[in-house]
């Protein structure tokens, strides 16, 4: 499908009182962060400004024989720059790590439903593996503010522990750990009694695979801890045409692309 470049698509949308399509973004950077994980930063200054914590965009491989569009949650946001974190999973990914600094790639979003951060709390960002990246956009967007809200950031991985230094300038305290030492459950059991020092009320965002996801859910259920899950999910469109990422909930089929992927404990029915 024909594309055209984010500053023509940018003016168009604007002046037509919509949001822009899918358009071509340059590829500023392009890095590996630790073994098969990657950066990559796009310039596209619709994202950079209008993008909340748990919103995600889809890029486009190139090639022609990949049809879908792969969703990644944006990590960071730096001026014009907008920075994605992902892992390669699949030809698509794979393609991606190919990119260079010059390069172009379609794109189209932000797409989803965001996180709610509006209440002033301690925000405990629980992520696992692939699902750290959208909360560093969170704790980015939440740090400097002065309504006492504080980040705390609880992050577990494989192995290498690649986004703690990435979440240092905005996160007022940082924990993390490693498969071979538990998981996420076991590090908030450990940091249970800081989180309940602090002077503002905890809110949980966690964004993970489902199984971690669900335990988050249940451990914050029974102390009375609200909190809200970013779900992962196989995408065809990104904007609730195709009905490919429905999650089964107690009010019925729910599309992660639209009506999330943002969903409290409560509308998934994950409590203890």
């Given at each position: 499908m024909p594309t055209v470049t984010t500053g023509t698509v940018e003016r168009q949308a604007a002046e037509a009182g919509r949001k822009p399509g899918r358009r071509t973004d340059e590829v500023i950077a392009a890095s590996m962060l630790s073994e098969g994980i990657y950066e990559l930063v796009?310039?596209?200054p619709y994202v950079a400004r209008t993008a909340q914590p748990a919103q995600f965009v889809n890029l486009y491989p190139a090639n022609a024989t990949l049809t879908l569009p792969r969703p990644f949650g944006v990590a960071k946001v730096e001026g014009d720059d907008v920075t994605l974190i992902y892992q390669i999973v699949g030809a698509g990914t794979a393609e991606f790590s190919l990119l260079q600094a010059g390069d172009v790639i379609d794109?189209?979003?932000p797409l989803g439903k965001p996180f709610d951060t509006a209440e002033p709390a301690n925000y405990v960002l629980v992520?696992?593996?692939l699902g750290v990246?959208?909360?560093l956009y969170a704790a980015q967007t939440l740090s400097g503010r002065n309504d006492g809200t504080q980040v705390t950031s609880v992050f577990g991985y494989r192995d290498v522990r690649?986004?703690?230094d990435l979440v240092a300038p905005?996160?007022?305290h940082i924990h993390s750990i490693v498969n071979a030492q538990g998981?996420?459950?076991?590090?908030?059991?450990d940091i249970?009694?800081?989180l309940r020092s602090t002077d503002q009320p905890s809110i949980i965002l966690s964004c993970g695979p489902t199984p971690m996801m669900r335990a988050v859910a249940a451990w914050a259920s029974k102390r009375g801890i609200p909190a809200q899950l970013s779900l992962e999910a196989r995408m065809g469109c990104g904007y609730g045409a195709c009905v490919a990422c429905v999650v089964d909930t107690p009010s019925g089929r729910l599309k992660v692309c639209k009506d999330g992927p943002v969903f409290t404990t409560e509308e998934l029915g994950w409590e203890a």
């Open positions: 796009i310039r596209d794109v189209l979003g992520g696992g593996g990246p959208p909360l690649f986004a703690d905005y996160a007022d998981n996420v459950v076991d590090l908030l059991n249970e009694d800081e």
